[in-house]
């Protein structure tokens, strides 16, 4: 414990010089930026500045993403309370509640309850890191490559099978992922795969480029496809304020929402949208007035936004102690990593205990400088909405052009970042949901070197997969993930009385 507060201490000592300070607000303004306008993602933003980041100290580089990550989840409520948009898939839960209550010209209570939920709901979730990520990364630095192959198979199963509300679309954008990650030579043979004759893709496509493609580039056309021709009407909002009434209602539910919000974004299968709609479901349950809910409830948008928040601190958890990304920020910001040569996982405490320390700080201070710059500006950050679309998205289909080519210079680049831009806008024409595939980039390659690193140091025996008890556990934890609906669904036929399953037989022709 003392050993973390220290490093907490030499953490704050580096996070806290001009540079990485103005990066740290840089970092909170874009995101705001970011979070208030729909449509676009934090991970459509830090992967738009990936290659821009090229240049930049490592250090720099993610307390900027970070303040992007915790500054998009503050915007998106905003967006959410005055016009109904949420800025953020997170958000949703905020324009339910938030919406109403600016409606009945509560607007400014509303954004001062998310503001404070926000800022709550991240202290809480960085002391989470503090404690809990030195002491999963201590146990995890003894896990071996079936291990390992076990989790990442569990990161696939989880984001596909569980998130989304089609299994076989989650699995079909998992294989696009996984194809796209097998391009290049095979690591031992060296054999071309998928590279149809083009001596560039031999070492593969970049994983920026594939994440600038399908984030920026599909985001952008996608939304470019349905671009309102009506100006939506954001509702004027004055000073954010809170009377001791609002107070009274308000408290607990911020204390309750990081605990949710830090277990649900920890844990691969959970996430912002899970852990807000948690906390939504526990304030509901626990509210004296519960019959104001869907009308305007103020604790129905303190607990979720801190939920949201926390959530965000334990993905980075996963992100840094395991390297598995549980959200699309979370694989956007891995490839931050690896752009910069580092690989996050247990050891990364161990081989670049500055980075990780300072990055941790530097979340303190973000969130100070969010809770200072922003609240006040709320009313400020509406006006952003009246960025024509048109200009917004053309912009970025511009950067994401010159990022793309940035990487190496080859014209192909260009090609290849338009049809994965391509393939984007058309996962999400067909329903498909994106996180699958990203992740699929990101984590196929590794999966697949740990598959044959077990493989060779059990000479071939694939019983090694089943051989510790962690990967037992493991695949349980898949087994159960994958064969729970169906439980589910046995059971719920079994309930539904005989007369009802007559009737259901009876009409399913007729429905033919």
Known sequence: MLDSFDSLMGGFSAALTPGNLLFAAIGVLLGTAIGVLPGIGPAMAVALLLPVTYAFDPTGAFILFAGIYF???????????????????????????????????????????????????GI????????????????????????????????????????????????????????????????????????????????????????????????????????????????????PWLSREDLRHTWKPWLRGPFIGFTFGSIPAGGAEMSTFMSYVTERKLSRRPELFGKGAIEGVAGPEAAASASSAGTLSTMLTLGLPTTAIAAVMLAAFQQFGIQPGPLLFVNEPD??????????????????????????????????????????????????????????????????????????????????AIIGVILGPDAELQLRRALQIADGDWSTLVSTPLSIIVYAVIAALLLLPAIRRVLASRRTPPAVQEAEQEKEPTDH
């Open 71 to 121: 500054g998009a989840m503050f915007g998106g409520s905003t967006t959410s309370i005055l016009l109904n948009t949420p800025g953020e898939s997170a958000s949703v839960i905020a324009a339910i509640e938030g919406n109403p209550m600016a409606r009945q010209g509560r607007g400014a209570q509303a954004l001062a309850a998310a503001a404070i939920g926000h800022f709550i709901g």
């Open 124 to 239: 809480v979730g960085a002391i989470g890191i503090v404690l809990l990520a030195p002491l999963v990364a201590s146990v995890a630095v003894d896990i071996g490559a079936p291990d390992y192959f076990a989790i990442m198979v569990l990161a696939f199963v989880a984001v596909t099978a569980v998130l989304g509300t089609s299994r076989v679309r989650g699995f079909a954008a998992l294989a696009i992922g996984l194809t796209i990650g097998l391009v290049g030579l095979d690591p031992i043979s060296g054999q071309p795969r998928l590279t149809f004759g083009v001596p560039q893709l031999a070492d593969g496509i970049d994983v920026i480029i594939v994440a600038v493609g399908l984030f920026a580039v599909g985001e952008a056309l996608w939304v470019a496809a349905h671009l309102r021709r009506k100006k939506d009407e954001v509702i004027p909002v004055g000073r």
């Open 355 to 436: 980075l990780v320390w300072t990055l941790i700080a530097s979340l303190f201070i973000g969130l100070v400088l969010l809770l200072v710059l922003n609240l006040p500006l709320a009313p400020v950050w509406a006006k952003l909405l009246q960025i024509p679309r048109p200009y917004l998205y053309a912009g970025i289909l511009f950067f994401a052009c010159v990022g793309a080519y940035a990487v190496s210079g080859q014209p192909v680049d260009l090609i290849v970042l338009l049809v994965i831009g391509g393939i984007g806008f058309l996962m999400r024409r067909y329903g498909l949901p994106v996180l699958p």
